[in-house]
């Protein structure tokens, strides 16, 4: 059943999805056409993704804010509960459709792209996860205007704070190596990434479903 | 009778109104009207049955079974019609069923097929292009397309012309000559509910004024009219609400028989669902 919620959300932005999967497999290639960071395609990916799911979420919550459709699927069988989790399984189908492109486009351009890594895949993955696990659970806690106004002033901030942030690091000397205490094998501590990911994810999608549980629609 | 929805001592405040202990229910095989003006609860009712609004207390149950602990269970034998419809008008009439079919269990895609054709529909159509009477129509189309055994509608004759109003009174009468099946139907043009409606129940500041019988509840009352030489302070005590102009009076009883005796030349008639309605929520009361 969810999985027809997530086409619902996909049809909506129909009209613009297919700019934006030639977006997803074209923006990594000119990334790292400009700019060499040396670092297996991370920011290539990382860019195109995020920009990808931001825009894509941002389309089907302004629908969904102007046709207040949630209350019709909420009085179905689907609940409010699968309403809340096809929001995730949106992001995450969005990324698998991201990842699936790159895959494509390194065969059949390989000079213009970086092949996927693990790591790429699963930082990708972590940092999506960390960025929709705070807003999800925000707008349905504060609903789509005041989320798009605390995203402007959150956008506004991080270049004032994230200076600050880095020079209290720095002068703290903590490092930001990412080191295990346990003497995990390499496989393993690749996949970490990914499994931290999911675990914020299932945790944000918890309090999302507690918060829409509450609402009045 | 056997009811199919039951709703005990429903509860909800919000800052500038609140719902007190709504207590009905619903039985099978009936069409219930419910009435009220705008804003006495109608849409909060409607809303706290389906699960959409939290209510602060009571119990709703679906054919004996507790619609918390059960709710998709209980959806899928519910069709609803919304005021306002909330499709996303975005998509055309087929991608909204396309979201809409998953969900229950017993869609029938004929069923679905024939209410399009029926109600002249053009699945490609987009929901943003359709009149209020068409987007109603399609909204009872996919209500009804999945075996619901209980219908319920808010306001869906709100705004729409007396031709479709008739056609949308007809598509009711079709659905309930199926046995088990009821509506659950909210109002304020009660001229629908005089030709259809089985029961009555009236909604005014959020508590429940009247739960009858339509039959009963038009034929325990009536609409008297006749000269003003027979108001007194004896015969005004007989009347709910009591009208009276230079040309002679108007009122609602409960009262038949006394006023029979009492006022024996005067002109009795059988009120409308309107006329009660109005007796108990027009702020006339004269009588009592």
Redesign the interface.
Known sequence: ?LI??V??DL??VKKYLFVLLVFAAIGPIYISSKVDFNNGGLVGFLLTVLLLEYILFGMVSK?EDK??????????????N?FVKAKYLFIFVIFICSVIIHIITSVIMPSGIEKLNITTLGITFLILSIIFGILIPVQFKFGYDKTKLISFFTIFLIPFVFPAVIGWFQSNHISFAITFPFPFPEIIQAWIPCFLALVIGCVSMVISLKIYA???? | MTPILEVKNLNKTYNNFSLKDVTFSLNKDCITGFIGTNGSGKTTTI?AI?????KDSGKIKFSGMDMDDN??KS??KIG?V?D????????TLK?MK???A????EWDEAVFSAYIKQFDLKLDQKIATLSKGMRMKYAVALALSHHADLLIMDEPTSGLDPLVRSELMDILLNFMKEPGKSVFFSTHITSDLDKIADMIILIDDGRIIVNEEKDELLDTHALVKGDNRFINEQTQKLFLTLHQSPYGFEGITRKKKDVRRLMPDVLMERPTVEDIMLTYIGGNNNAN
Do not use: Q, W
Not at chain 2, 84 to 91: A, H, M
């Open positions: 059943m027809n919620l086409l619902k049809m909506l629908f046709y207040k459709g949630a209350a019709l699927l909420c009085a179905t069988p689907y609940t409010r699968s509450k609402k009045d629609l | 809303k389906l699960g959409l609004i939290l709710e998709r959806k899928n609803i919304l306002e419809g909330y499709f996303y008008e975005e998509l991608e396309n979201v809409i998953p969900c229950y269990t």
